[in-house]
């Protein structure tokens, strides 16, 4: 079984642009979530999607989001991009809907650096 | 707000050895799950044991074992007969039981646990 996919393995980028990562889910996985894990602070909530909506977001600003398509798989959008937003992005699925009856399972992790 | 705290920045431990990761954290709620995760230098976070509020009974996995006290607050994890593939980083997170309407996970800072040959 392919676990929690995700793209691009780095992406380097300067302040002001925009960057976008993807996901894939286990298969038969309906719940995406995104973590942001930055140098010193750890790993924090960012968003949930569940059948293709926003069920809970982080305390992170508007110019973080993203969407879930039909086939599960997610976009993460990060727009003007700012020095701090540099971290690895995580992104995690789960089976059923919130992750507490069965785990979230992560994938390998997108290292964002802004230049 | 819950919050998640492992107040052991890195330790270190001998192969074959036991080793013990401290976890406290703080809530109103009276069910929810705790979890440890390991993320390796390759980066992949890994589940290694999950705890419901709501059982007494500690969690085991094979060589991992949890010390869930839920008067205290305290979710502490054993690792016994270290390898030297238990080197990660390990972290405590929490969840609520609530049917699932928030779906996040709040992870402590994490422990930097290495094994020495």
């Known amino acids: 079984e392919a676990g929690v996919t995700q793209s691009p393995t780095h992406l380097i980028k300067t302040r002001g642009q925009q960057a976008t990562l993807r996901c894939s889910p286990i298969?038969?996985?309906?719940?995406v979530y995104w973590y942001q894990q930055a140098l010193g602070l750890g790993l924090q909530f960012l968003l949930w999607?569940?059948?293709?909506?926003?069920?809970n977001r982080g305390n992170f600003p508007p110019r973080f989001s993203g969407r879930q398509f039909p086939n599960y798989s997610s976009e993460l959008n990060v727009n003007a991009l700012e020095l701090e937003d540099s971290a690895l992005y995580l992104c995690?699925?789960?089976?059923?809907?919130?992750?507490?009856?069965?785990?979230?399972?992560f994938g390998d992790g997108t290292r964002l650096s802004i230049l | 707000a819950q919050t998640v705290t492992q107040s052991q920045p890195e330790m270190s431990v001998q192969e074959a050895e036991t080793v013990t990761l401290s976890c406290t954290y703080d809530t109103s709620e009276s069910n929810y799950y705790l979890f440890w995760y390991k993320q390796p230098p390759s980066r992949q976070m890994i589940l290694v044991i999950r705890?419901?509020?709501?059982?007494?009974q500690n969690a085991t996995e094979n060589r991992f074992s949890v010390n869930f006290q839920k008067a205290a607050k305290s979710f502490s994890l054993k690792i016994s007969d270290s390898q030297l593939g238990d080197t990660a980083m390990y972290f405590c997170?929490?969840?609520?039981?609530?049917?699932?309407?928030?779906?996040?996970?709040?992870f402590g800072k994490g422990t930097k646990l290495s094994v020495k040959p």
């Open positions: 999607y569940d059948e293709g909506e926003e069920r």
């Open positions: 997170a929490f969840m609520k039981h609530d049917g699932g309407s928030q779906g996040n996970l709040i």
């Open positions: 995690a699925s789960s089976l059923d809907r919130g992750g507490s009856n069965q785990p979230q399972h």
């Open positions: 298969s038969g996985h309906t719940s």
């Open positions: 705890q419901e509020a709501y059982k007494q």
